[in-house]
T-cell receptor
């Protein structure tokens, strides 16, 4: 019930392409869905987040799409750059309490 | 302003030793979380404080793990009688519930138990 399933495990995209990472959840009590970016040796950095009352949120090159009925959400990175190469984690939470994280997607953007 | 800081950044312990990991949250952040991140995995929740009150410790893997936040600011995660399976990165995050749901993470402490 608490799991968040993330795919793909790894992704290779050409510079300028679109990176798409998907997550699915089971617990309908989740009401907060953030995405984090993590570089090696660093802590996760909050990238963008969405609440279930909207279906899409865009911040710069990053967009979250949210499908409440399917219990799925995804991260789209437009115009992907080599500097975007990192591990991305989706997460889900209830209220302002603990987050449940996906297993991560290792993104490599080739120049 | 300053972000979440953690110390030490790296800790090597021999099996059976006790360790203490420190977290300094963002100033004014009421909520503080500890997560454990195994190599190649996503962070997993350990425990949660609101001010000095430990409201959820359901993620602590055993009674060897203990966390405290006595004055509602700095927090310490203590692991007694460390085992090899305790090797992981321990992450601390803080948030201000009055401002939203966002949790901000520190750089983590990498614990290696030999």
């Amino acid at each position: 019930q608490q799991q968040v399933k993330q795919s793909p495990q790894s992704l290779i995209v050409q510079k300028g392409g679109i990176s798409i990472i998907n997550c699915a959840y089971e617990n309908t009590a989740f009401d907060y869905f953030p995405w984090y970016q993590q570089f090696p040796g660093k802590g996760p950095a909050l990238l963008i987040a969405i609440r279930p009352d909207v279906s899409e949120k865009k911040e710069g090159r990053f967009t979250i799409s949210f499908n409440k009925s399917a219990k799925q959400f995804s991260l789209h990175i437009m115009d992907s750059q080599p500097g975007d190469s990192a591990t991305y984690f989706c997460a889900a939470g209830t209220g302002r309490r603990a987050l449940t994280f996906g297993s991560g997607t290792r993104l490599q953007v080739q120049p | 302003g300053a972000g979440v800081s953690q110390s030490p950044r790296y800790k090597v312990a021999k099996r059976g030793q006790d360790v203490a990991l420190r977290c300094d949250p963002i100033s004014g952040h009421v909520s503080l979380f500890w997560y454990q991140q195994a190599l190649g995995q996503g962070p997993e929740f350990l425990t949660y404080f609101q001010n000095e009150a430990q409201l959820d410790k359901s993620g602590l893997p055993s009674d060897r793990f203990f966390a405290e936040r006595p004055e509602g600011s700095v927090s310490t995660l203590k692991i007694q009688r460390t085992q090899q399976e305790d090797s992981a990165v321990y992450l601390c995050a803080s948030s201000d519930p009055g401002q939203g749901y966002e949790q901000y993470f520190g750089p983590g402490t990498r614990l290696t138990v030999t």
